[in-house]
């Protein structure tokens, strides 16, 4: 492993803000974007994120340390760097799909459930969202599947499903998976009225990536089993429109709404 390391002078959008900050998915697929350019290997593999700070739009610096390759990965680190100080920190491994090989074996966990079409999902524009919020949701073109959202309270599951595309994408890249895995609304939002949502900042985010994406819209659903002292998780799966799973997450984030009522995440 290298001792030294690289800076690159990259810049933080306002398109994808929420609540006047950057977006966790967005910057990691910034992060994402900044390593592959380095990468041996073409393909992000996984990607692990560590939110230290609040990095805001405008000028940063990605401190790109690279750990090694193998035949079949390579390894860097990123430290995402604003006005001298440390604001995420990610880890990231780079592979080739066109080369690998092994087993493989799906539904290990019983049958996969199914995804509600795209035509019987509902635009979220349509939806009663916060105004602060609103600004980043419109970013994409994302389908929530009906009653999501829309009747809140603790005789529903803390989950979200629907599809969600780019109008400049045709076919999803491997980074902007990333961003989508951080896309949509928290799932606790469906189980507690709309007067108890609060801000649901990330602290940890990990994307594993499975596959390269066929064309079109990507569908995803999101669990949240319980909330616990503050903090909760998010488990996401993301598949094409040929139902190939392309990515699995995990985000770790502080919950600052309330619980009015006994729901079932807890």
């Known amino acids: 492993m290298s001792g030294t390391y690289a800076e690159i002078p990259v810049d933080i959008s306002s398109r994808f803000n929420v609540l006047g900050y950057p977006n966790g998915g967005y910057l990691t697929r910034l992060a994402a974007e900044t390593l592959a350019g380095r990468s041996t290997h073409p393909d992000?593999?996984?990607?692990?994120?560590?939110?230290?700070?609040?990095?805001?739009?405008?000028?940063?610096?990605?401190?790109?340390?690279?750990?090694?390759?193998?035949?079949?990965?390579?390894?860097?680190?990123?430290?995402?760097?604003?006005?001298?100080?440390?604001?995420?920190?990610?880890?990231?491994?780079?592979?080739?799909?066109s080369r690998t090989t092994g087993a493989t074996a799906s539904h290990c966990a019983g049958p996969q459930l199914p995804a509600t079409p795209y035509?019987?999902?509902?635009?979220?524009?349509?939806?009663?969202?916060?105004?602060?919020?609103?600004?980043?949701?419109?970013?994409?073109?994302?389908?929530?599947?009906?009653?999501?959202?829309?009747?809140?309270?603790?005789?529903?599951?803390?989950?979200?499903e629907g599809w969600i595309s780019l109008d400049d994408e045709t076919s999803p890249t491997l980074a902007s998976l990333v961003l989508f895995a951080d896309a949509f609304p928290p799932p606790i939002y469906n189980i507690i009225d709309r007067a108890e949502w609060g801000s649901v900042p990330t602290i940890e985010y990990a994307v594993h990536i499975k596959a390269r994406p066929g064309p079109g819209p990507i569908h995803a659903r999101f669990l949240t089993k319980e909330i616990r002292d503050g903090l909760l998780v998010i488990d996401g799966e993301l598949r094409d429109t040929g139902g190939q799973v392309v990515a699995e997450s995990r985000q770790l984030a502080k919950f600052r709404g309330t619980l009015g009522t006994q729901s079932r995440a807890n």
């Open 44 to 97: 992000l593999l996984s990607i692990n994120a560590s939110f230290l700070g609040h990095p805001v739009s405008g000028p940063a610096t990605a401190r790109i340390v690279e750990l090694g390759s193998t035949k079949s990965l390579s390894r860097a680190t990123l430290s995402l760097m604003q006005d001298g100080d440390l604001k995420a920190f990610y880890v990231a491994t780079f592979t080739d799909f």
């Open 119 to 160: 035509q019987s999902c509902v635009s979220i524009d349509t939806l009663a969202i916060p105004d602060p919020m609103r600004s980043f949701i419109s970013q994409f073109n994302l389908r929530l599947a009906p009653g999501a959202l829309q009747n809140s309270g603790p005789e529903h599951t803390a989950t979200i």
